[in-house]
């Protein structure tokens, strides 16, 4: 998936406004969830061939959010990886030599999980998790149902490559 597909897909996800109303959430808090899956075009300054970077030097993503996935707003590489983003405060990188995607545990080197065969892959996943947690948040028959959970993560799993990243979509899915 290039960047510029990822930035149209988030645009497509459908937020349920109403029933966000109907849950008692405030329009602030709407309106802030709406602004996450709008990334405002910057420029055409990535010369990178990783999908992921692209993104992120292309695009305002300061305000996107999936699940517990963010953003970095600066590139920063070293010898074995390009660090681009976080789950929660751990560290989701490149591996420069493989092109997978891993999560590195926060202030260490030890690489905790994989999370994709590659970039393109994660953020083919990362489009589906997006709408599926969109959808799922205003749906507590899909919210709450773990057998259901699980189904989808391996899904996302596949999308991402396969079952070796089964486990990395289920802690996004909290099952």
Do not use: W
């Not at 149209?8 to 309106?31: P, V």
């Not at 300061?62 to 789950?87: A, D, P, R, S, W």
């Not at 080197?109 to 994989?114: L, R, S, T």
């Not at 057998?147 to 089964?166: H, P, R, S, T, V």
């Amino acid at each position: 998936m290039k960047a510029n597909d990822f930035v149209e897909g988030l645009r497509n996800i459908n937020i349920e406004a109403d029933l966000m109303k109907l849950s008692g959430l405030s329009d602030e808090f709407i309106e802030k969830m709406r602004k996450r899956y709008i990334l405002n075009y910057r420029d055409d300054i990535s010369v990178s061939t990783y999908p992921i970077i692209q993104l992120i030097e292309n695009y305002d993503c300061c305000n996107l959010e999936i699940g517990m996935i963010t953003f970095n707003e600066v590139i920063e590489e070293t010898e074995n990886y390009i660090y681009f983003g976080k789950f929660e405060i751990d560290n989701l990188v490149i591996d420069k030599i493989t092109g997978k995607i891993l999560m590195e545990e926060y202030d260490t080197d030890h690489i905790f999980n994989e999370c994709a065969q590659n970039d393109t892959l994660f953020l083919k996943a990362l489009l589906s998790v997006a709408a599926f947690l969109e959808k799922s948040s205003t749906d507590e028959k899909l919210h709450d149902n773990d057998a259901l959970n699980i189904q989808m993560a391996e899904e996302f799993g596949d999308i991402a490559g396969g079952e070796d990243y089964y486990f990395f979509y289920k802690m996004i899915l909290g099952v």
